[in-house]
């Protein structure tokens, strides 16, 4: 016999930064009873053929032999610490004489409580040194559990390749993944498996509050959504029903797809309950003597300048008692216990009015916190896509003589063939549904907004169109009306309102729909007020992307219940799975959901969801790719002699020039990563565990759109690294594109308005009369009033910033993430190539001759520069949706 000694890390339970003492304590009273936590190596060429031991479940042959168990040593001396640290154990294995170097391990808990184990490393095995086994999984008490856990070698293996004694080991895991389908899922669960979006509504409380199911047999396609079992309502067995509003945080995912301890998105959620519970009855008798409106652009600056000083007294006590250290750093600005003060965003930090400016105007389509909808014109006047026969006519009433005279002395048909006219369309998109906003309080039109590329390279707009329905019916087209750029008198007045239109309709349907207004006059207490306020403003944001967040789900459940872990393409795409399942669950809990305190006060959020089906029926998976974005686009055309083999039509277009770079090293490390383990397409075509995945992630994941065409085959290498290289795009650059440019950009809301509450002032009319005596006062009548505002800004605020623990494009999660020499050096190839990317953006941006980069505001473009430190940056690619 001989002893290899182990030495296992992992950290204990814990609960919000401080540790669950009463556990930590039952933990140690079972430790003294011989309740142990133990762990048993798994040799991968030793035949196992009995159920001895500890190991449960059916056990058959050809299965590697389990060894003594060995349990972690000095459990009850070794304390944890206060914050939630790592804690070591030492491990003695007695293993016998021939025994090879172990593939796997089995572990039990006998513990009152959970734990996380992040490693196993076994010292001096010999003949091999230290063999490393990286976890990174909660491990919960043995009777939680029907079969025992067990975690894999870090080698990765296709399934032809696992070492005989080792398969079906990875096989049972896999079941114990893809569960059975029924009961109502526990948190000790593991289990990844689909269901319809059908917990949105809450028919039990009032039929009103019943949402269609979205997906499967309806009329509203969507993607699944992770199953919890909840058990289904009383009044409509179609829909599941939901969890209270205090329980939101307990939502089913898999636990190790649940936030981390310092993961930002833990301290927001955390905030929804204390600034609820512990602020609100404060809050009213500082915000009953606010303003309902500010009245100057002076008057919003002050947000920046100074928010509302607390008191010495109960309110300020309660903050410093009962919320969390980090809270209070976002709650308060803690030199001078103000609440409410924010940073000032990047937009006006150097000039407060450059962002008026229309080539700022212009330049925020390029490289601003949405670079992604802009198209070339390819026709004019534009023409509508809707449906004659429902809506009439619906194309464009611009023409010539509205453009020409800014056109820098090109005719349009020139400017049009030299491929010189943009334009930002939202027409089609919002018409079907611009008559039942405008119903509500909110006001809006459909846009389309014509621009310019002038000689610098900088956009110039030339129109602004606003449509409405016709009065007489939706068949009888559209009422339009056209404005030009003005810069003085009343005429400017209009333009800058006009411009304000379209910006409230570029933060997308879903800013509208989710709209933050309150009928100050409506019923129900201040409280009720800040807790709606309060969910618009997170619902305004994870709705900007819940059509990247929802279709990202799906790759997630199918890659956990098809791919082992020890597969490689597993390996390549976990990183970018972190955290993603759970910020769409708490969404569907708290954000979208039908029937609760927003919906009973504005805007129905039904329509929210509608639109956001809608929308999803036009999304097809090889579109997500940059350059197929950018050709479908008309942003680029094949060009074999340009880099990446696309040739920008605006080659000073921040997001595509500093995007393509991010793609292309994304796609180069794919590449070397793939062809390592598939030398050729009959590997592919056999790989039993990939072709699961993707059969059972077109025809579940996204089953709504299994029939589509455009899906690809897997059948080729080609095909493998194009589907994940665009996974990654998607989970990684792109949101990081569209996410954390939100507090620079729209954290000054004039620049970024998220709703319209009054109609374009008509001349010859009181408000008319108005705008041109203070245009400044009717500016802010018609966009966001300050009590949302405030909070808003605050929310956006936070969704914006980075956690500490942010693991960025281009840096492992773990140093030892595989076992196999060449795909590390292919991973450390492409940290360097990001850091060369890196260098690249900071020289573009001290290049004055990019006007597009830094512009007039003076920020320049670091949505796409990969790394970041902690807070509100404006830059870094996390390599996850997760947020």
Same mark, same amino acid.
């Given at each position: 016999m001989k002893m290899i000694i182990g030495k296992v890390v992992l950290v204990k339970k814990n609960k919000l930064d401080i540790n669950d003492l009463s556990s930590s304590a039952l933990d140690r009273l079972h430790e003294l009873v011989g309740k142990n936590v133990t762990i048993q190596l798994i040799s991968s060429s030793h035949k196992h053929q009995s159920t001895e031991g500890n190991l449960r479940g059916k056990v058959g042959n050809l299965r590697g032999k389990v060894g003594k168990q060995a349990m972690l040593e000095d459990w009850i001396t070794t304390v944890t610490p206060l914050r939630n640290e790592e804690s070591s154990y030492k491990v003695s294995f007695e293993c016998e004489e021939d025994t090879e170097v172990p593939q796997a391990f089995i572990i039990q808990n006998h513990h009152h409580s959970e734990f996380y184990l992040k490693t196993l490393t076994l010292e001096d095995v010999p003949g091999h040194g230290h063999v490393h086994f990286v976890c990174n999984s909660w491990v919960y008490p043995t009777k939680r559990y029907k079969k025992d856990r067990i975690f894999f070698h870090n080698k990765a293996y296709l399934p032809f390749e696992t070492p005989e004694f080792l398969r079906s080991y990875r096989e049972e895991e896999l079941e114990i993944l893809r569960g059975d389908g029924t009961g109502m899922l526990q948190e000790w669960d593991r289990v990844y498996d689909y269901a319809f979006y059908n917990d949105l509504g809450n028919p039990d409380k009032d039929l009103d509050d019943a949402r269609p199911v979205l997906g499967g047999p309806s009329e509203y396609p969507y993607p699944r959504r992770g199953r919890t079992g909840r058990p289904?309502? %009383?009044?409509?067995?179609?829909?599941?029903?939901?969890?209270?509003?205090?329980?939101? *945080?307990?939502?089913?995912?898999?636990?190790?797809?649940? +936030?981390?301890?310092?993961?930002? &998105?833990? +301290?927001?959620?955390?905030?929804?309950?204390?600034?609820?519970? #512990?602020?609100?009855?404060?809050?009213?008798?500082?915000?009953?003597?606010?303003?309902?409106?500010?009245? $100057?652009?002076?008057?919003? +600056?002050?947000?920046?300048?100074?928010?509302?000083?607390?008191?010495?007294?109960?309110?300020? %006590?309660?903050?410093?008692?009962?919320?969390?250290?980090?809270?209070? %750093?976002? #709650?308060?600005?803690?030199?001078?216990?103000? #609440?409410?003060? &924010?940073?000032?965003?990047?937009?006006?930090?150097?000039?407060?009015?450059?962002? !008026? !400016?229309?080539?700022? +105007?212009?330049?925020?389509?390029?490289?601003?916190?949405?670079?992604?909808?802009?198209?070339? *014109?390819?026709?004019?006047?534009?023409? $509508?896509?809707?449906?004659?026969?429902?809506?009439?006519?619906?194309? &464009?009433?611009?023409?010539?003589?509205?453009?020409?005279?800014?056109?820098?002395?090109?005719?349009?048909?020139?400017?049009?063939?030299?491929?010189?006219?943009?334009?930002?369309?939202?027409?089609?998109?919002?018409?079907?549904?611009?008559? /039942?906003?405008?119903? !509500?309080?909110?006001?809006?039109?459909?846009?389309?907004?014509?621009? *310019?590329?002038?000689?610098?390279?900088?956009? %110039?707009?030339?129109?602004?169109?606003?449509?409405?329905?016709?009065?007489?019916?939706?068949?009888?087209?559209?009422?339009?009306?056209?404005?030009?750029?003005?810069?003085?008198?009343?005429?400017?007045?209009?333009?800058?309102?006009?411009?304000?239109?379209?910006?409230?309709?570029?933060?997308?349907?879903?800013?509208?729909? $989710?709209?933050?207004?309150?009928?100050?006059?409506?019923?129900?207490?201040?409280?009720?007020?800040? *807790?709606?306020?309060?969910?618009?403003?997170?619902?305004?944001?994870?709705? @900007?992307?819940?059509?990247?967040?929802?279709?990202?789900?799906?790759?997630?459940?199918?890659?956990?219940?098809?791919? $082992?872990?020890? @597969?490689?393409?597993?390996?390549?795409?976990?990183?970018?799975? /972190?955290?993603?399942?759970y910020i769409n669950a708490l969404s569907r809990q708290i954000l979208i959901n039908g029937g609760g305190v927003p919906e009973s006060t504005v805007f129905p959020g039904k329509y929210s969801m509608e639109m956001s089906s809608m929308l999803y029926k036009d999304w097809v998976f090889p579109e997500q790719a940059l350059p197929v974005d950018l050709l479908k686009r008309g942003m680029a055309v094949v060009d074999s002699g340009c880099l990446h083999g696309l040739r920008l039509l605006i080659d000073d277009y921040p997001y595509a020039v500093d995007g393509l770079e991010i793609w292309s090293a994304i796609k180069s490390w794919v590449e070397d990563y793939c062809k390592f383990y598939y030398k050729n397409n009959d590997i592919i075509q056999n790989d039993t565990e990939l072709q699961s995945r993707w059969k059972e992630l077109r025809e579940e994941g996204h089953g709504d759109k299994k029939h589509e065409p455009w899906w690809p085959k897997m059948e080729t290498c080609h095909d493998l690294i194009d589907v994940c290289t665009t996974f990654i795009w998607v989970a990684s650059a792109l949101h990081a594109s569209v996410n954390f440019g939100q507090y620079p950009y729209t954290g000054y809301l004039p620049n970024r308005p998220t709703l319209s509450r009054r109609f374009m002032p008509k001349p010859n009319t009181p408000e008319y009369e108005e705008l041109r005596e203070n245009p400044e006062k009717v500016f802010f009548k018609t966009i966001t009033p300050h009590l949302q505002s405030l909070l808003g800004i605050a929310l956006v605020e936070l969704l914006s910033r980075h956690s500490s623990d942010e693991v960025y494009l281009g840096q492992p999660e773990c140093p030892e993430w595989t076992l196999d020499g060449e795909p590390l050096r292919a991973f450390e190839k492409f940290g360097k190539k990001i850091k060369e990317i890196e260098e690249k953006i900071v020289k573009m941006n001290n290049d004055k001759r990019l006007k597009n980069r830094v512009g007039p505001v003076n920020v320049p473009f670091t949505l796409l520069y990969p790394t970041s430190e902690e807070g509100l940056t404006g830059k870094g690619i996390p390599n996850s949706t997760s947020i």
């Open positions: 289904p309502t %009383k009044s409509d067995p179609r829909t599941e029903s939901r969890l209270p509003l205090v329980m939101s *945080l307990n939502i089913y995912v898999p636990r190790d797809e649940r +936030f981390g301890r310092i993961k930002f &998105s833990d +301290f927001l959620a955390y905030a929804l309950k204390v600034v609820i519970q #512990l602020l609100v009855p404060e809050f009213q008798a500082l915000c009953d003597n606010t303003h309902a409106e500010f009245n $100057s652009f002076e008057d919003f +600056f002050k947000l920046y300048e100074g928010g509302f000083k607390l008191p010495e007294g109960p309110l300020l %006590k309660r903050i410093r008692e009962n919320i969390p250290l980090e809270m209070q %750093k976002i #709650l308060l600005e803690r030199d001078n216990d103000e #609440l409410a003060k &924010s940073p000032i965003p990047q937009v006006i930090k150097e000039d407060k009015s450059a962002w !008026t !400016t229309d080539e700022e +105007f212009g330049r925020e389509m390029l490289a601003g916190v949405n670079p992604i909808k802009i198209c070339l *014109l390819k026709e004019f006047p534009p023409t $509508s896509k809707l449906d004659m026969e429902v809506y009439g006519n619906q194309d &464009s009433s611009i023409k010539p003589h509205h453009i020409q005279k800014n056109l820098n002395g090109l005719q349009v048909n020139e400017a049009l063939k030299a491929n010189r006219l943009f334009i930002l369309d939202h027409h089609d998109s919002l018409m079907p549904y611009v008559r /039942r906003i405008n119903a !509500t309080t909110n006001k809006i039109y459909a846009s389309r907004t014509l621009l *310019l590329l002038q000689n610098d390279g900088t956009l %110039k707009p030339l129109a602004i169109e606003l449509s409405l329905p016709h009065p007489d019916g939706d068949k009888h087209g559209a009422i339009s009306n056209v404005y030009t750029p003005a810069e003085n008198g009343i005429e400017g007045s209009v333009w800058q309102l006009a411009k304000a239109y379209v910006a409230v309709n570029d933060s997308g349907i879903h800013q509208l729909i $989710s709209h933050w207004y309150i009928n100050q006059n409506s019923e129900g207490t201040l409280s009720d007020r800040l *807790l709606l306020i309060y969910f618009n403003c997170i619902h305004m944001i994870i709705l @900007h992307r819940l059509n990247t967040h929802a279709v990202i789900e799906p790759f997630v459940i199918a890659a956990n219940r098809q791919l $082992s872990v020890m @597969h490689p393409v597993y390996k390549l795409l976990y990183p970018h799975f /972190r955290y993603t399942m």
